[in-house]
T-cell receptor
Framework: AQKITQTQPGMFVQEKEAVTLDCTYDTSDPSYGLFWYKQPSSGEMIFLIYQGSYDQQNATEGRYSLNFQKARKSANLVISASQLGDSAMYFCAMGRSWGKLQFGAGTQVVVTP | DTGVSQDPRHKITKRGQNVTFRCDPISEHNRLYWYRQTLGQGPEFLTYFQNEAQLEKSRLLSDRFSAERPKGSFSTLEIQRTEQGDSAMYLC????????????FGPGTRLLVL
């Protein structure tokens, strides 16, 4: 069975600083994808970044980067130069080659001025 | 390219009533997913469609829940005889249908069962 764990229920970060959100996963599938989504208070899930299990390089998308350590089964999200608009709930998710995503419990990020 | 849309955005109903939600995916996206999210939790998978075929259903989807995607475009999720435990955010997502594809979510429908 697949499992996603986010151990940080909440974090405060100062504006312009970097923050790392932890995500560990467990799966026996050789092929899988790891995703990060942002959910503001409005409720919509916004896709941030994707990492495939066979990708050799860590994914980056603007201020978002994914620190993928396959042997440790971790896929941490790094947000650089935090902005006030980054305050939201962040979810790590895992999926197989197609089909459903399994989500972690999320981490609430609050960016302070 | 418009995003995924869902209607209604909010629904308040009395226990025992039936409700139906609609999801319009991104055009030409073959796969459509339904998730349910309760307060303080991550979304949980309910079901998904490849075109008009319903390919997988979660055990969460009791016999009071039914989903359709009759023409492979929009989808409906119906809950019959609603219970207070059905109160949640219902999220719809779509993806192009390629390997390891990203799912793009709609704004969700918040259901409150009184």
């Amino acid at each position: 069975a697949q499992k996603i764990t986010q151990t940080q229920p909440g974090m405060f970060v100062q504006e312009k600083e970097a923050v790392t959100l932890d995500c560990t996963y467990d799966t026996s599938d050789p092929s899988y994808g790891l995703f990060w989504y942002k959910q503001p208070s409005s409720g919509e899930m916004i896709f941030l970044i994707y990492q495939g299990s066979y990708d050799q390089q860590n994914a980056t998308e603007g201020r978002y980067s994914l620190n993928f350590q396959k042997a440790r089964k971790s896929a941490n999200l790094v947000i650089s130069a935090s902005q006030l608009g980054d305050s939201a709930m962040y979810f790590c998710a895992m999926g197989r080659s197609w089909g459903k995503l399994q989500f972690g419990a999320g981490t609430q990020v609050v960016v302070t001025p | 390219d418009t995003g995924v849309s869902q209607d209604p955005r909010h629904k308040i109903t009395k226990r025992g009533q039936n409700v139906t939600f609609r999801c319009d995916p991104i055009s030409e996206h073959n796969r459509l997913y339904w998730y349910r999210q309760t307060l303080g939790q991550g979304p949980e998978f309910l079901t998904y469609f490849q075109n008009e075929a319903q390919l997988e259903k979660s055990r969460l989807l009791s016999d009071r829940f039914s989903a359709e995607r009759p023409k492979g475009s929009f989808s409906t999720l119906e809950i019959q005889r609603t219970e207070q435990g059905d109160s949640a955010m219902y999220l719809c997502a779509s993806s192009p249908g390629e390997n390891q594809e990203t799912q793009y979510f709609g704004p969700g429908t918040r259901l409150l069962v009184l």
